[in-house]
């Protein structure tokens, strides 16, 4: 099955922003209303409060060199 460029399934990229600060995001939460992706700086900063109320979260913060 081919998959739209677009969509994520699979791992990050440096595509991937940050939507607090537009670094290179390492974090994805996907929410009921839409999806937020972070840095590792605001994942630490944000990622606590949403997860709760998360639909999934993609931590790749290991990936961080
Ligand atoms: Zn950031």
Do not use: W
């Amino acid at each position: 099955m081919k998959h739209d460029s677009a969509v994520h399934d699979g791992a990050m990229t440096a595509l991937d922003r940050c939507d607090a600060c537009g670094a290179q995001a390492y974090v994805r939460v996907e929410m009921p209303y839409g999806v937020l992706m972070f840095c590792g700086h605001h994942a630490n900063a944000h990622l606590e409060k949403l997860v709760a109320s998360a639909v999934s979260v993609r931590d790749e913060r290991e990936r961080i060199g």
